[in-house]
């Protein structure tokens, strides 16, 4: 079932807006420039990411499929834990029900990998992140062959409902 808002499920009423660093689009994960009071797309693949998304401009008479430009003042909503966010999924992915999500990197959810070193890889030096898993599929979504229709930087708009962890 499609839906016409990025808001689900609400029990939190988190809300709170900023200006646009660049382009940004309902559903997208999002956090606040470092150093700045300016919103980008949340930029770490796999790392940390307080739940934090653009949401539609309503009171602009916008829908879920009108971006903000780089300037505009950018809704987004805080959701917590048990909160449901129809939110935006990295192309080539296919996510199952109860699949866990992270950020991609460019503002886009991803199925989370967990991370598996061996004994070899003792003296290279890595990042591991404490909070990379925003929340949790609640439907089935296969985006494996749709690698040619978009890319890492145009991708194609295919939304999912994520319960908030």
Not at 50 to 69: C, H, S, V, W
Request: glycine share 10%.
């Amino acid at each position: 079932m499609a839906y016409h808002t990025i808001i689900i499920e609400n029990h939190s009423d988190v809300f709170k807006e900023f200006t646009a660093a660049a382009t940004i689009t309902p559903g997208m994960l999002v956090e606040q420039t470092p150093g700045a009071a300016t919103l980008r797309k949340h930029a770490t693949s796999g790392g940390n990411a307080r739940p934090m998304f653009a949401i539609e401009d309503t009171l602009q008479g916008k829908g879920i499929t009108d971006n903000y430009a780089e300037g505009d003042v950018v809704r987004t909503w805080i959701p917590g834990r048990g909160d449901i966010v129809y939110a935006l999924i990295a192309d080539e992915q296919n996510i199952a029900i109860g699949d866990p999500l992270e950020s991609n990197g460019a503002g886009f959810l991803t199925k989370h990998t967990v991370e598996a070193w061996n004994s070899a890889d003792a003296q290279v030096a890595n990042t591991v992140y404490s909070f990379p898993v925003v929340g949790f599929a609640l439907e089935a979504l296969d985006l494996s062959g749709l690698s040619t229709q978009g890319t890492s930087d145009a991708p194609l708009r295919q939304y999912m409902k994520v319960t908030i962890v």
